[in-house]
Nanobody
Framework: QVQLVESGGGLVQAGGSLRLSCAAS????????MGWHRQAPGKQRELVAV???????NYADSVKGRFAISRDNAKNTAYLQMNSLKPEDTAVYYC??????????????WGQGTQVTVSS
């Protein structure tokens, strides 16, 4: 079994910063892609940023230049540094990971989400 736990969300004023963390635990052999998605009220979940095991990254156009995704493979943890936050960044942020577990099964796992609220 694999679990993802996010942390670091909260309330921040526009222009401020937050750093989200996503820690994966359980019967993990390796993790391929890790990513952050978000879902605002009344909207569909959208991809924010992804990072491969080798460190290649990709971002949604709306966050390019403001957000940075990184990971610590030794800790099975991904991070999302969010700077210059805007009210439209308000959403529940979810972590996602493509995992090869210790029984050699591949699975796509999600965290429970962490709320980010940006006030104007």
């Amino acid at each position: 079994q694999v679990q993802l736990v996010e942390s670091g969300g909260g309330l921040v004023q526009a222009g401020g910063s937050l750093r989200l963390s996503c820690a994966a635990s359980g019967s993990i052999f390796s993790i391929n892609t890790m990513g952050w998605h978000r879902q605002a009220p009344g909207k569909q979940r959208e991809l924010v940023a992804v990072i491969t095991s080798s460190g290649n990254t990709n971002y949604a156009d709306s966050v390019k230049g403001r957000f940075a995704i990184s990971r610590d493979n030794a800790k099975n943890t991904a991070y999302l540094q969010m700077n210059s936050l805007k009210p439209e960044d308000t959403a529940v942020y979810y972590c996602n990971a493509a995992v090869l577990d210790s029984t050699w099964r591949r699975g796509d796992y999600w965290g429970q989400g962490t709320q980010v609220t940006v006030s104007s």
